[in-house]
């Protein structure tokens, strides 16, 4: 953990800047890749509500150390997720691993077997975590973590899988939430907190914030590299004016993550969310409402459930007519427009859905609003605008960018 003394520096540091984070030197960026990663239909919306259940399910347990959330539901792959190319090891076999600020493990061997090299150390522990789209269970080791030329740490703690379900096609997380989620994860060791990589990043003086920004952009193709990590600040290339911040909020249990209070309006007055906590989640593809909200949105909008994508489905007079949504949090409103609440229709078939069919990525938690987990903002949210997560202050921000009033959709 940071030290006080250390925390109320950087505060003062941070607080008086208007334009986003400034830092002594520039941030060093990791391209990140959009993969759609299917394998049934359903699988966008199942993945969606079953990660949130666990995760509401995970922070309910916190208190009995070393349980583990279980979801009962079928097990399926992300259906599309932002994937970062990883070395563990000296020389370093390279992992595709997620994208995660819903969890904090960074975890390989889903797929490309673990290498031990001269830095792979092997600790007493074991290490698992249940996520609701799957899980892992393995061994913890220390080893060397190359994130990017320049991001390289020492003896960083990572799970390596002997068991591990719904990961298809990548090899593990590379876990970048607040670093109270790592506990009850390890055994013996249940009281243990893991610093994650970023905390290790600013840690050993190799970043000199311990923040991320995070770029993600829309597209219409399956796969393609248009994301970027930066460690230690941001980029001011990727995002429009300045950062608004918000701090993450105190209501359990959406403050055992990246949570902040925020309240939803459709159109001009139409309001779906009063203000209510929520989390930001990169794991997560759709923006998820409370069951009353996205029943609220249903009738202002006019769709209808698609029995065949689990998404909601507009016609074209519909779109036409489609508000925008606007996010209010923090004291800055943030329009999500009517092309952004559509899921890219040249991916229609990709999630079994109808070629020219128009499908909203709007969708239900699964859960009434009142129990402190009411929305889930996913990265189709993320995409249309730059998002920072400050360990350091405790606190979330957004921005506009070039794409947050395109139509890629």
Known sequence: MVPQ???????????GIAEGVVVKRSPVTLPISRRVNLTSIHNLVRHDQNRAAA?????????????????????DNQAVTYIASVGVGSPPTTFDLLVDTGSSNTWVGATQPFVKTSTSVQTPNQVSVTYGSGFFSGTEFTDTVTIAPGLVIPQQSIGVASTSSGFQGVDGIIGIGPTALTLGTLSPATNSLIPTVTDNLFANGIIDSNLIGISFEPTTTEEIVNGEISWGGTDSSKFTGSISFIPVTTTFPSSEFWGINQSVRYGASTSILTTTAGIVDTGTT???LASDGLAKYRRAT??????????????STQFNNLQSLFFTAGG??????ANAQLWPRTLNTDIGGVRNDIYLIVNDLGTPSGEGFDFVNGFAFLERFYSVFDTANDRVGFATTPFTTATTN
Not at 57 to 69: D, N
């Open 5 to 15: 003394m250390l925390l109320t520096t950087l505060f003062l540091a941070f607080s």
């Open 55 to 75: 995760l509401k399910l995970k922070a309910s347990s916190r208190s009995r150390i070393g349980s583990r959330a279980v979801v009962n539901e079928p097990v």
């Open 286 to 288: 759709l923006v998820l």
């Open 302 to 315: 006019g769709a209808v459930l698609d029995n065949n994508t689990g998404l909601l489905r507009i016609t």
């Open 332 to 337: 800055t409103t943030f329009e999500l427009t």
